[in-house]
């Protein structure tokens, strides 16, 4: 496996013709964990949007998980989400099927058709968000944080190199962030590269990472200082 999980070359990221972040430069190898912090509307999403190709790459280069960016298409977008993992802030679980059902959704959609090998992936990926209990709730019958572990679990169904994980924790409250964030980075300690877009500054101070900022159209690395 190559070291690189992402590489973006002179990127510049659009919406519709405005011009978001310029002259992205990025480098994340296997095994990292990065922060992407930035005031709102700064072009955390776009950029997230950009990695899991919602939002074309028209200009600059860009490689993640093995596929080029600007020269992807539409089919190829299926195969390249599988590769990944999303978490977003408001969990996106079906709202009208057990987690169990919300799990089998996804592996039935990417091709799993074994029952047996479907029922152990399920109750893997549950058992390392610490969910094994929850299969038969209804989504709405969990907390934001139960529900948010469940969007991890689905994120790792089909093993993606790379977790990319959009404000997961803007919908909690700061302990219940701080259980999420956990579970987040035992998943990192056990060799998933994970990207986590957040505005919740409290977190990166106790769960300190590397971490690039979006600010006047620019994304840098910024070092962070304890109790400042
Ligand atoms: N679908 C869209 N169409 C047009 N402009 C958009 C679209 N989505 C976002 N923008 C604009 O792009 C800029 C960056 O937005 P983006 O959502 O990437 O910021 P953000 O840093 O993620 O903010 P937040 O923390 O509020 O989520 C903003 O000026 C926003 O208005």
Request: aromatic share 6%; glycine share 6%; charged share 25%.
């Amino acid at each position: 496996m190559s070291q690189s999980v992402l590489s973006l070359k002179n990127v510049t990221i659009y919406q519709e013709a405005k011009s978001i972040l310029t002259e992205v430069n990025l480098e994340v190898n296997h095994g990292e964990f990065l922060y992407i912090i930035g005031k709102t509307g700064s072009g955390k999403s776009s950029l997230m949007k950009t990695l899991y190709a919602d939002l074309p790459l028209t200009e600059g280069e860009g490689n993640i998980v093995d596929f080029d960016l600007s020269a992807l298409k539409e089919d190829d977008i299926p195969f390249l989400r599988r590769k990944i993992g999303i978490v977003f802030q408001d969990f996106k679980l079906l709202p009208d099927r057990t987690v169990n059902d919300n799990m089998l959704f996804v592996l039935k959609a990417t091709g799993w058709t074994d029952n047996a090998e479907m029922q152990n992936k399920i109750e893997e990926v549950l058992n390392k968000v610490g969910m094994k209990d929850f299969g038969k709730k209804m989504p709405h019958q969990l907390s934001g944080g139960e529900q948010q572990r469940v969007a991890i679990a689905r994120a790792l169904l089909n093993d993606p190199e790379l977790i990319l994980a959009d404000e997961p924790t803007g919908n909690l409250d700061p302990q219940t962030s701080a259980e999420v964030l956990e579970v987040l980075k035992k998943i990192n300690a056990n060799g998933k590269t994970i990207i986590m877009a957040t505005h919740d500054y409290a977190l990166l101070m106790k769960f300190p990472s590397k971490t690039l900022k979006c600010e006047d159209s620019k994304i840098f690395e910024v070092i962070q200082q304890r109790n400042a």
